[in-house]
């Protein structure tokens, strides 16, 4: 046998601990006394890491490009709107699809009644739209949903700014002295709620104003208003400032529609009530009263005018009111400046709601059962045109110059069903286009300035909005 081999031994340099001299790593501490080997490299990971790498490459330059975009998901997105088969009576020519140019690109009025419009929309979520208006600078709206809640939209994103919760649906709203919207429910309550739009988080002040609330009206003093009711037949006038009813007045008869007139120089209000036989109106009034004398109403004289009296206007200078009668197909003219004096003509079947239009030169009344629009020139009491409609109108809104008419097409069945708006310009009156809205088209808001429109759509639970396009922008590109 050869002689046997001498294992010497030497400390570790990391520990002191005795291994074998020539070891490559000490058992005591795990340490490696020399470099360690390299791993192996086979073929199949050289395509891993270049995945890897170009995965990392890719999701880099992701980041990059989305970093030079305008941030989204702050607010629902403005849908193009795509009229579905219930529109189907629209003409497409003078709408323009598209998104929204931005508050920056404020349109400006065009004096061309065959005007260019853009129309969008965004969904309000799971409730439905009742009623709208819009905010005095015109980039937002106020909304009543069904359930219960008044809310302001962002009219650009569609985002929701302010939402407070109401004692009951309200079927209209009213904005007042531009801080103030009142929510009128018209069936099941006496109290009127009125949102101070300057404190949302507080609760609305509530206006006891008798059971079934019908109108509301501002008055020219910066702080009151003057309110009607139907079943308790009661007009009363109120400090918006405390809430406190100041006076107020019952009558003989139920009071419908309030208006702000001029007569015998100075502010009055008139009321329209109906007075009623076996449930049906048999007879409509307008009681006119200062309301500034003292006792409330103790200048009251009453006008008997008209059989069933729908929607009516006031002209611009106060000092005429225009009625459709249902009854009697017709409509009537009440001057009320001085001596009273009242005319009347007959339009279409079916006289639902009437506008006094123009320089308060042509009367126009929106005929449901003929699917008609009657103009009337005031002056001399006489039809001048009747407009055919693409349906059948439920509501319509003057903008506040009165030389644009918006009709919404809704229908006159509940839910309403129709899916347009039409437009009434011009001199003399035209329909000069009909524009697509979402399903259930009911009541309509123009913006101060009238270069936007905005409609409620009960049955796609969506606001449509139609911006007027500037010259610029509706131009073709050469």
Known sequence: MGDPVIERRVPCPKCAAPVIEGAKKCRACKAWL?????????????????????????????????????KVGEAPPLTNLTPDSSAGAVAPGPAAIGPDPGPEKKP???????????????????????????????????????????????????????????PAQGDHIRLLFNRYVAVLRHQDAARIPVMDTTAWDRDPM??????????????PDGKTVVTATTDSKLVARFDLSTG???????????????FLVQAEGRPYVAAIGALEHAGRQAGSWIDLF????????????????????GEGDVSSDRTMLLFPDLAGSSARLLHVSSMTAASEVMVGAGPSTGFIFGADKYGITLNTTAKTATVINLAGMEVTDTLMLNGVPRSGTLSPDR???????????????GASVTVIADDPPRVVTSLA?????????????????AVACWSDKSITIFEQQSPQAAAPTP
């Open 290 to 309: 200062d309301p500034s004398e003292q006792p409330f109403g103790a200048t009251r004289r009453s006008i008997p005018i008209g059989r069933e009296l």
């Open 437 to 453: 809205t979402g399903r259930g088209a009911t009541q309509i808001a123009v913006s101060p300035d009238g270069t936007r429109a």
């Open 403 to 417: 030389k644009m008419l918006f009709v919404s097409m809704g229908g006159d069945t509940y839910p309403p069903a």
């Open 34 to 70: 020399v470099a360690p080997p390299e791993p192996v490299r086979t073929q199949s990971a050289i395509p891993r890491i270049a995945i890897v790498l170009g995965s990392a490459v890719a999701t880099l330059m992701i980041v990059l490009i989305s970093g030079t975009e305008s």
């Open 244 to 258: 406190n009813r100041l006076s107020d007045i019952r009558l003989p008869h139920s009071t419908g529609q309030v």
């Open 108 to 166: 400006t009025l065009s004096t061309d009644p065959d005007r260019t419009w853009r129309v969008r929309q965004f969904k309000i979520g799971d409730d439905r739209p009742l009623d709208i208006v819009f905010h005095p600078s015109g980039n937002s709206i106020y909304v009543s949903c069904d359930d219960a809640t008044l809310r302001e939209y962002k009219l650009s994103t569609g985002e929701i700014l302010h939402q407070a919760q109401m």
């Open 206 to 219: 509530l206006l006891d104003v008798g059971t079934s609330p019908r109108d509301i009206v501002e008055l």
